[in-house]
C-alpha cells in the first residue's frame, strides 16, 4: 500500500483546509488509516483514524467536533476536513496506515505504511 498526502498550505486562523491521502495498492479490508501530525519540538501525535471498511472513525480530544474524516465516493482517498483551525494545529500532517488492525491504535509505532507529510500553517 501507498500513500500520497496532500492539501496543506498556510491558512487564516478559523479557516478551512481540505487534506487528502491517496491510496494506492491494495488495501485489507481490517485496515484502519489515521492522520497524525508532529508540531516542531513535539512528538507525533494521533489526529484522526477511519476504519478502511465500515468507515467507523475515532478522533484526537483536541479536534474532536472540528475536524472530520472520510473516505469519498471512490473510496481511494481519506480525506481531513479541518474547520475552525487555530494556530496549535500548525504541524506537519502524515497518513499512515495500519493494514492487520484488530483495533484502533493511536500509536504510531503500529502504523506500517505511511505518506510524506504534508505541512499546514495557521496565521493568527
Known amino acids: 500500500v501507498q500513500l500520497q498526502a496532500s492539501g496543506g498550505g498556510l491558512v487564516q486562523a478559523g479557516g478551512s483546509l481540505r487534506l487528502s491521502c491517496a491510496v494506492s495498492g491494495r488495501a485489507f479490508s481490517r485496515s484502519v488509516v489515521a492522520w497524525f501530525r508532529q508540531a516542531p519540538g513535539k512528538e507525533r501525535e494521533f489526529v484522526a483514524g477511519?476504519?478502511?471498511?465500515?468507515?467507523?472513525?475515532s478522533y484526537a480530544e483536541s479536534v474532536k467536533d472540528r475536524f472530520t474524516i472520510h473516505r469519498d465516493s471512490g473510496e481511494t482517498t481519506v480525506n481531513l476536513q479541518m474547520n475552525n483551525v487555530s494556530s496549535e494545529d500548525t504541524a506537519n500532517y502524515y497518513c499512515a496506515a495500519d493494514l492487520a488492525a484488530r483495533f484502533m491504535t493511536r500509536n504510531a509505532s503500529a502504523y506500517t505504511s505511511w505518506g510524506q507529510g504534508t505541512l499546514v500553517t495557521v496565521s493568527s
Open positions: 477511519i476504519w478502511w471498511s465500515g468507515g467507523m472513525t
